[in-house]
């Protein structure tokens, strides 16, 4: 279930703010997984089974 973005999401975009490049993102890709892409998918299959069930 979604629970909203967690600090490593703050912490993934305050390490890219400067300079978002491969190295950069290849240096916090943990972060990226933990605070970004994991959050997304967990909104993603909520919503598509809502949607899914109501309409």
Avoid: H, S, W
Avoid at 11 to 37: C, F, H, R, S, W
Wanted: glycine share 4%.
């Amino acid at each position: 279930m979604f629970e909203g973005f967690n600090v490593y999401t703050i912490m993934y975009y305050k390490a890219i703010y400067k300079d978002n490049n491969k190295k950069v993102y290849q240096d916090n890709e943990q972060l990226y997984l933990e605070g970004v892409k994991f959050p997304l998918d967990e909104l993603y299959f909520e919503l598509y089974n809502y949607f899914r069930k109501n309409f």
